[in-house]
């Protein structure tokens, strides 16, 4: 198969993923082996391609947001049902967890000591072929394309879980909700406010992203740190960048929560307490639960979302990343499979 690959992690602009020739992956015990159609670019990919998250596998492929076809199952010896052959499904970043540690046995799987991350500790999906464990696969609904779904198995589940971690609900008419960082994420998250009845801010740098947040019925579209024109009920933080953490606490009202919703992020600044008092709280979010996943794709076929995408293919695995990294393309970026 052909597989992009990162021998060790440099600066995108120095193009460190290697498109190479490697034998197909078999599937092991309860995994199925899948063929790539494509696979959405993320933040988090970026991440691990500069060295921004330490190093857990030496010549890693990335890549977390994959669709595509079950071409071979491994053996299957708990009986478990397994997706047929030829069914479409999606892989995420969550790869597998132990099922046993104090946060799997209380629910909290997301946050599981020993979990494997797919495109970061597994191989992931800038590759024609990808492993996947069957218990952490998800079917793909029907109303969504190849392209369409990619972004939404993380760029729309992250923002899933930080939307209900703001606890705003699951309708919350004429709530304030603050989206700082306008990418995958946040014009996912949009559509899934507005339709829940919130009332969206966005705060972002880049004017392509601004007309987006404008066309998806944002009510109000500023620069990264321009002070929203009404007190926010909740604000999520997408964008990696640790100086806007005040900004997003000074357009908090009184008891507001502040959702950091990315696994890496700049160094936060001394906080003044007056940001923080009066009830007002910051959170961060780690990984996702399956449950998530299933809640939200289904949220998401409801509405349904739209994702905007810009499709390269999987040869241009650098030049995308080095997009993402300049914001050089409006919502999501996907890799495309050859043929």
């Known amino acids: 198969m052909q597989a992009c690959v990162l021998a060790r992690p440099a600066p995108i602009e120095t193009r460190p993923l290697a498109l190479e020739s490697l034998p197909d992956p078999a599937p092991g015990p309860g995994q199925l082996l899948v063929r790539v159609r494509c ?70 799987e997301n946050l599981c000591e020993a979990a494997e991350f797919t495109g970061w500790t597994v191989p992931g999906g800038y590759a024609e072929l990808c492993l996947a464990d069957a218990g952490f696969t998800y079917p793909i609904p029907a109303g969504f394309s190849e392209l369409a779904a990619a972004p939404l198995l993380c760029a729309g589940i992250i923002g899933y879980r930080s939307l209900q971690m703001t606890g705003l609900g699951a309708r919350c008419p004429g709530a304030r909700l603050g989206i700082y960082g306008f990418g995958a994420a ?29 066309s998806l019925g944002a009510v109000w579209v500023g620069g990264a740190a321009a002070a929203p024109s009404a007190p926010l009920d909740a604000a999520i933080l997408f964008a990696p ?73 999987l040869a241009q695995a650098n030049e995308a990343l080095r997009a993402l990294k300049h914001d050089a393309f409006e919502g999501a970026a996907v890799l495309t499979a050859p043929g």
């Open 39 to 108: 696979c959405g670019i993320c933040r988090t990919d970026l991440h691990v391609v500069e060295g921004d998250l330490p190093v857990r596998r030496p010549r890693i492929i990335p890549g977390h947001q994959v669709v595509g076809e079950v071409v071979a199952h491994g053996p299957n010896p708990a009986g478990t049902p397994l997706p047929p052959l030829g069914a479409r499904v999606g892989i995420a970043w969550l790869h597998r967890t132990d099922g046993t540690c104090r946060f799997c046995r209380s629910g909290r």
């Open 186 to 214: 946040g014009h996912v998250v949009i559509q899934l406010a507005r339709a829940r009845g919130a009332e969206v801010y966005v705060a972002t740098r880049d004017e392509r992203h601004q007309h987006l947040a404008a």
């Open 241 to 313: 960048a640790g100086e806007l953490v005040p900004a997003a606490l000074r357009a908090l009202d009184a008891a507001g929560v502040l959702v950091l919703g990315g696994i890496h992020m700049s160094t936060i600044p001394a906080l003044d307490y007056n940001l923080l008092y009066r009830e007002r709280v910051i959170r961060s979010v780690a990984n996702n639960t399956r449950a998530d996943g299933r809640a939200f794709l289904a949220e998401a076929a409801a509405i349904p979302v739209r994702t905007h995408v810009t499709p390269f293919p």
